[in-house]
């Protein structure tokens, strides 16, 4: 890593804890369980750098260490995205006939 | 061309995630941003998949179709009440990944690393391995395998903080001094240990500030490990991952009114804190059902306010129920959510969402509380520390100074418990013993369901 990749990489997180802060401070607590396992999901990514691993074949231990990290994180983002949604399709506004009612 | 292609993909996916979050901020608009994050994540896979490094597919393919079925079966399969679990189990298997590539890249190049990358692939691996024995025990103390009681020993901080500092220390040496083999896995293997330490003292009760940590850190484990392979998505997806964690955390503890550190190593619901809580008097009025019923069939507004104890009794959709039965007599019915009722962040507005409970019904501690004076019947389902008036009034109490849902406000209020023992905090709760207050025991889904009948005939 060059001194140039690795200020360009911290240009990079610094912006991404900024922007992370202005959206994920919005999120209101009725929804933090879902923000949970999105962000849950979302950090599977790393599935990219276990993907590579596995497959590179650099060596028999390091295509293992891969194999199971590939595993891990497909899990995670499966299970993630499969079970945020199942969670946001529950969360309903009340009946519009209810609502008329009241006013 | 073929690199240009890949980088575009992350660059897609990185903007995609964003916007999948920023869909969150509104129960509307938060499907159509996963949707958009689903897509992000699956273009940022195709574009890996035309890595030039790769050679073979075989283990590639095997890993992506046997976790996909893991992932798909528990995401579609798991109960909403065993949300924290499952959260548990997937921030332990985030880390863990992260934690094994750190380890396959250090092997790889035998240990010689440039001082930057091994200082990344330090934290990752650090991270990553105490985020999976962390949460694995967080994921046990949740499923009940071990005792959800906070395990506590003489001199427990002091051996944790040594233990820390010599797992630093061997990290820091290897910065300067790389190739290592032996202290390196050394490193690793006292990271795996610290995680247990770090989580064994801490109570079922502070788990919504552990689970958020914990959060935190397999996202900031992720956003190493693309400092180490110097990738800008994974940098991205991680840091929003650690900074989501760590929002909510600190929302926790502000829900608490208490400071990280007192939650992380104060121990708390230990027996040594338990008896400093003022002595109580009084008895605790048991009330009859019918009584109950009525006057919730004839109140004007009826605040339910659940915690934990809803969760284990499976008792929403009974909530639910009742709530129809109460509204279909003209009740208005609302609920008080407090944030950190539960074992997770926004576990209670899952659970009651689950059972078709409307989002506009629920209310969060602020909108609430100015509201109980007005409030016919507050029915408190297994809620107990978050209602707790002593954190209001009783400025000795450990619990003193944590905002709480005032349901002692209300003109009457119905305690639905278990039994007649402490919450997990192991605190007295001098709710119980006001005149004002009627006590339910037994299982509440059961308490529930004869209460629909009854307030049906009433």
Redesign the interface.
């Given at each position: 890593?060059t001194a140039a990749?690795?200020i360009s990489?911290f240009y990079?997180?610094a912006l991404?804890?900024f922007?992370?802060?202005q959206?994920?401070?919005?999120?209101?607590?009725?929804?933090?369980?879902?923000?949970?396992?999105?962000?849950?999901?979302?950090?599977?990514?790393?599935?990219?750098?276990?993907?590579?691993?596995?497959?590179?074949?650099?060596?028999t231990?390091?295509?293992i260490?891969?194999?199971?990290?590939?595993?891990?994180?497909?899990?995670?983002?499966?299970?993630?995205?499969?079970?945020?949604?199942?969670?946001?399709?529950?969360?309903?506004?009340?009946?519009a006939a209810?609502q008329e009612i009241k006013k | 061309m073929r690199t240009y292609f890949i980088e575009l993909s992350y660059l897609l996916a990185s903007v995609l995630f964003i916007l999948g979050l920023k869909g969150l901020s509104h129960p509307e608009s938060a499907k159509r941003g996963m949707h958009l994050a689903e897509f992000g994540m699956l273009m940022a896979i195709i574009g890996t998949l035309m890595h030039y490094e790769i050679v073979t597919f075989t283990w590639i393919i095997t890993g992506l179709v046997l976790g996909s079925l893991v992932g798909l079966a528990m995401g579609l399969w798991v109960p909403m009440t065993a949300m924290p679990q499952r959260t548990a189990l997937s921030h332990a298997f985030g880390a863990f990944a992260a934690a094994l590539v750190g380890i396959s890249e250090f092997y790889r190049h035998g240990g010689h690393l440039e001082t930057i990358t091994m200082a990344a692939l330090g934290f990752e691996v650090m991270l990553g391995a105490l985020t999976t024995t962390g949460s694995l025990l967080a994921f046990a103390k949740l499923q009940g395998l071990v005792r959800g009681t906070p395990f506590t020993y003489k001199g427990q901080n002091i051996f944790n903080m040594a233990l820390l500092a010599t797992t630093v220390g061997i990290f820091v040496y290897l910065i300067f001094v790389p190739g290592s083999m032996p202290l390196f896995f050394t490193m690793v293997g006292l990271a795996f240990i610290f995680g247990l330490l770090l989580v064994m003292p801490i109570g079922a009760a502070d788990m919504p500030v552990v689970m958020s940590l914990l959060n935190s850190y397999a996202g900031l484990a992720s956003a190493a490990t693309g400092f180490v392979l110097s990738n800008n998505v994974l940098i991205i997806a991680g840091t929003l991952d650690g900074f989501s964690g760590f929002i909510l955390s600190i929302l926790m503890c502000r829900a608490m009114n208490r400071s990280m550190t007192n939650v992380l190593f104060g121990a708390f619901g230990s027996a040594a804190v338990s008896t400093a809580g003022a002595e109580q008097t009084g008895t605790m009025r048991e009330v009859s059902m019918e009584d109950i019923a009525t006057q919730m069939a004839y109140a004007k507004q009826v605040v339910f306010v659940p915690g934990y104890g809803m969760a284990t009794a499976q008792a929403q959709h009974a909530v639910r129920e009742l709530a129809d039965t109460l509204e279909k007599r003209g009740v208005t019915v609302k609920y008080g959510i407090h944030p950190v009722a539960g074992r997770m962040p926004g576990h209670m507005n899952v659970l009651l969402a689950e059972a078709n409970v409307p989002y506009s019904s629920l209310y969060e501690l602020e909108q609430i509380n100015p509201e109980f004076p007005q409030t016919d019947v507050a029915v408190v389902i297994g809620a107990n520390d978050v209602v707790n008036p002593d954190a209001r009034d009783n400025p000795g109490s450990p619990i003193a100074g944590m905002p709480i849902l005032e349901v002692d406000h209300a003109k009457s209020v119905v305690v639905l418990k278990r039994g007649q023992g402490k919450g997990f905090s192991g605190l007295e709760n001098p709710l119980f013993f006001k005149p004002v207050t009627g006590m339910l025991y037994g299982d509440a889904k059961e308490t529930l369901t004869r209460l629909i009948r009854a307030v049906q005939q009433a």
């Open positions: 890593m990749t690795l990489a990079v997180f991404a804890a922007l992370g802060y959206v994920i401070s919005r999120v209101p607590p009725l929804l933090h369980t879902p923000l949970m396992s999105a962000t849950n999901a979302i950090s599977g990514i790393s599935l990219v750098g276990s993907i590579v691993t596995a497959g590179a074949h650099y060596n231990v390091s295509t260490l891969g194999f199971t990290a590939v595993f891990c994180s497909t899990t995670n983002v499966v299970g993630g995205f499969v079970i945020t949604d199942r969670m946001l399709r529950m969360f309903k506004r009340k009946p209810k | -």
